[in-house]
């Protein structure tokens, strides 16, 4: 995978963190991690500890995004795959 398209992706996986009033009334979210030993977990770039945060309403909701999540960007090349983790989590 190239750097620009490792980069697109992390940059997407950025937008998942909402604004912490918004969070507030949600429960149900997903968490977005790197994988370990996934070389933008180094230091000098995003770190290990690395995540983004989205948060849903219902339960249904947040299933949908994590199904749409897992599927297979259409801008990414036959084969490829993100290389994130995704979690549901709740509060």
């Known amino acids: ?4 398209d490792k980069i697109k992706q992390v940059s ?3 937008e998942f963190t909402a ?4 969070n507030s009334v949600r429960q149900f979210g997903i968490r977005v991690s790197l994988p370990e030993n996934d070389p933008l977990a180094a230091a000098h770039l995003l770190g290990d500890d690395w ?6 309403t219902t339960s249904e909701e947040r299933d949908r995004a994590f ?10 090349r036959q084969g490829d795959a993100p ?3 995704l979690e549901k989590i709740e509060r």
Do not use: F
Not at 1 to 4: A, E, F, P, S
Not at 19 to 22: A, K
């Open 12 to 14: 997407d996986a950025l």
């Open 83 to 85: 290389s994130i983790v």
């Open 67 to 76: 199904n749409s999540m897992q599927t297979q960007p259409p801008y990414y």
């Open 1 to 4: 995978m190239k750097l620009g």
């Open 19 to 22: 604004l912490s009033t918004e």
């Open 51 to 56: 995540a983004g945060e989205r948060w849903y």
